[in-house]
T-cell receptor, first 111, second 117 residues
Framework: DAKTTQPPSMDCAEGRAANLPCNHS???????VYWYRQIHSQGPQYIIH???NNETNEMASLIITEDRKSSTLILPHATLRDTAVYYC????????????FGQGTELSVKP | GAGVSQSPSNKVTEKGKDVELRCDPI?????LYWYRQSLGQGLEFLIY????????KSGLPSDRFSAERTGGSVSTLTIQRTQQEDSAVYLC???????????????FGPGTRLTVT
């Protein structure tokens, strides 16, 4: 897996956009970037993934830089329920798809 | 539809006893993964199944840990002679295929919290 680097923690005001950065400077050309989150005492939840184009779904948007060395997960209108640890992962598909989780970013959404 | 289910949700056992943890993946998912998460730690990969075979067992921490999958569905993780350091949340995930070029995100169960006293 490409090594990913994320800030350990971030705060966000409720209703505002949460922008979570991730550096993955060693990512290979065919490695996707995945984002998961883990709400306290629950299993991780898939959010979104992308290769080189920006992606959007009902949960979030993913912006990937043109050189693919970094990306940003955007929660457009954060709610208290978005408080969680967010993981950025770039799995190596030669390894059978196992996910290597780093420490992630602990996002606290405050009222 | 039904998600990944795991049982039991909580298990307390005495040091030295054997435990079995069960995972029921999403129907039709051929790939199944076991992870564990120790208190305050990140998630650690244990083993991966494609169908009933396990091409990647690299994450199993010792020979006390084993896993099997039958009928391409249910999987059991067995820990023999449990130790206190085995205390953790054990998570199971499944996907349609091994993720190939972004085709297969993983769906996680709620986990089994194992406490070894």
């Amino acid at each position: 897996d490409a090594k990913t680097t994320q800030p350990p923690s971030m705060d966000c005001a409720e209703g505002r956009a949460a922008n979570l950065p991730c550096n993955h400077s060693t990512i290979s050309g065919n490695e996707y970037v995945y984002w998961y989150r883990q709400i306290h005492s629950q299993g991780p939840q898939y959010i979104i993934h992308g290769l080189k184009n920006n992606e959007t779904n009902e949960m979030a948007s993913l912006i990937i830089t043109e050189d693919r060395k970094s990306s940003t997960l955007i929660l457009p209108h954060a709610t208290l329920r978005d408080t969680a640890v967010y993981y950025c992962i770039a799995p190596n598909y030669n390894q059978g798809g196992k996910l290597i989780f780093g420490q992630g970013t602990e996002l606290s959404v405050k009222p | 539809g039904a998600g990944v289910s795991q049982s039991p949700s909580n298990k307390v056992t005495e040091k030295g006893k054997d435990v079995e943890l069960r995972c029921d993946p999403i129907s039709g998912h051929t790939a199944l993964y076991w992870y564990r998460q120790s208190l305050g730690q990140g998630l650690e990969f244990l083993i991966y199944f494609q169908g009933n075979s396990a091409p990647d067992k690299s994450g199993l921490p010792s020979d006390r840990f084993s896993a099997e999958r039958t009928g391409g569905s249910v999987s059991t993780l067995t820990i023999q002679r449990t130790q206190q350091e085995d205390s953790a949340v054990y998570l199971c995930a499944s996907s349609l295929d091994p993720p190939l070029r972004g085709a297969g995100e993983q769906y996680f169960g709620p986990g089994t919290r194992l406490t070894v006293t």
